[in-house]
């Protein structure tokens, strides 16, 4: 169940624009869009965003999912040893995947008016 939120996000950051296809009109926002989404599922994406590493989309794409998953799972596990019912597990694992998900979006705002992005 801890993996269900990033597993979700993840297949959606994946259905945007073709790899090899050049995004047109659209495509351009939706290409934006799945990759934030792919930001919040794999959070360790963010260490290819360093100039001196070169690497290709499925690279950054597999190699974040890869690393990102279990911390998405300890996250999970370690929420179920403090909950006594699925009810209560599932509220707080919802409201950790909130909060992340809002901090996310906040540093992509705040990077983009620091002229970073």
Same mark, same amino acid.
């Given at each position: ?15 945007? +624009?073709?790899?090899? *296809?050049?995004?047109?009109? %659209?495509?351009v926002?939706?290409?934006?869009? /799945? !990759?934030?989404?792919? #930001? ?6 963010? +260490?290819?965003?360093? *100039?001196?590493?070169?690497? %290709? ?6 190699? /974040? !999912?890869?690393?990102? #998953?279990?911390l ?26 909130? #909060?992340w ?17």
């Open positions: 169940m801890a993996l269900l939120y990033p597993l979700i996000l993840l297949s959606l950051g994946g259905l945007t +624009v073709s790899f090899r *296809d050049s995004p047109q009109g %659209s495509e926002a939706t290409a934006t869009l /799945g !990759a934030i989404v792919f #930001l919040i599922g794999a959070p360790t994406s963010w +260490v290819f965003a360093f *100039d001196f590493i070169e690497a %290709s989309r499925p690279t950054v794409m597999g190699v /974040g !999912a890869l690393s990102s #998953l279990p998405w799972y300890l996250l999970g596990s370690r929420l179920a040893l403090h909950a006594d019912q699925w009810g209560l597990w599932l509220s707080r694992y919802a409201s950790v995947c909130g #909060l998900t809002a901090l996310t979006f906040l540093l992509i705002v705040l990077l983009e008016l620091a002229g970073v992005v």
